[in-house]
């Protein structure tokens, strides 16, 4: 008899894992409240990526990040600057 | 570095639509989705005024302080930017808004509603920056590349700049001074009135 039960409560427990594990899938995504950990821009892009990066400033230098935006800026909208 | 700011001249937008055109291209924004768009007033009368309109990054985001899921946040440089696998797309955001920036696709995760999506600055979202987890989210984080916005960038009279608010107001302020007139466009006395007003009005 003990033995039937043994087996009985195998199969109950192997059928509670199963049914366990296939809830897992039902699960959502963690979502954290509060702010965000962003990647600082000057910090540059993912390497692997770097086709579309401007040469000119250093990824992870801010101060030369900065530089190379303002005179990006100047070049670029300033035409007053370009032909006084 | 000061905040990131946009400003659009208005005495030079020809209201061309090459924003709103360059922004949809290089963020590849679905089909009804307006990040950016041309506002004219007195369309077709003399001296009509056009200007571009985006997000304005507020330094105090209505946006931010609505959002139900906090799902909004503002960068080192004061680029408000948003995260949408926390948001619900409820609509509050597009309420608060006083210049219509978030935007909803019509269809998404909420089946008639998508999530929100708006003007990022081109800075992207909070995936690593450059992925391809960021660009289908969000579009390119040209900031990341040393690059400012393509709205301003593509500007063919630039009038909508973008980048440095010190830069962008000193190039605003030498236009201005050149042409002779335009300050009273943008200011605290166009917004709040001067003093003479204010005592014309009390009065």
Same mark, same amino acid.
């Given at each position: ?84 | ?7 659009? $001249?208005?005495?030079? &937008? *020809?209201? =061309?639509?090459? !924003?709103?055109? +360059? #922004? ?58 948003? $995260?949408?696998?926390? &948001? *619900?797309? =409820?609509?509050? !955001?597009?309420? +608060? #808004? ?106």
């Amino acid at each position: 008899m003990s033995a039937r039960y043994g087996f009985a409560g195998l199969v109950k427990l192997l059928s509670t894992s199963c049914l366990m594990a296939s809830f897992v899938a039902c699960t959502e995504t963690p979502q954290t409240l509060g702010s965000k950990n962003d990647q600082p821009a000057y910090q540059g892009v993912q390497s692997g990526h770097e086709a579309f990066v401007r040469p000119g400033w250093t990824a992870g230098d801010k101060t030369s990040w900065e530089s190379a935006l303002r005179a990006r800026g100047q070049y670029g909208a300033n035409d007053h600057a370009r032909s006084p | 570095m000061a905040r990131m700011k946009f400003i659009c $001249d208005a005495e030079r &937008c *020809i209201e =061309c639509n090459g !924003c709103v055109t +360059a #922004c949809k291209n290089e963020h590849e924004v679905p089909w009804g989705v307006n990040r950016r768009r041309v506002v004219t007033l007195n369309d077709g009368v003399p001296g009509e005024k056009s200007i571009s309109v985006a997000c304005m990054h507020c330094s105090d985001a209505p946006c931010m302080a609505v959002c139900p899921v906090n799902c909004f946040y503002k960068t080192d440089e004061g680029v408000v930017l948003h $995260d949408k696998d926390v &948001c *619900i797309g =409820c609509g509050y !955001c597009s309420y +608060a #808004c006083p210049f219509g920036a978030p935007q909803f696709p019509a269809q998404g995760t909420f089946g008639v509603r998508g999530k929100m999506d708006k003007c990022t600055f081109c800075a992207g979202g909070p995936e690593a920056n450059g992925s391809d987890e960021e660009f289908e989210k969000y579009g390119r984080n040209r900031l990341a590349e040393g690059k400012l916005p393509i709205c301003a960038e593509m500007c063919s009279t630039k009038a909508l700049l973008a980048g440095d608010g010190d830069m962008v107001a000193d190039i605003f302020r030498t236009r201005v001074v050149k042409r002779d007139k335009g300050a009273e466009v943008w200011g605290w006395g166009t917004a709040y009135g001067t003093s003479s007003k204010k005592t014309g009005a009390s009065s």
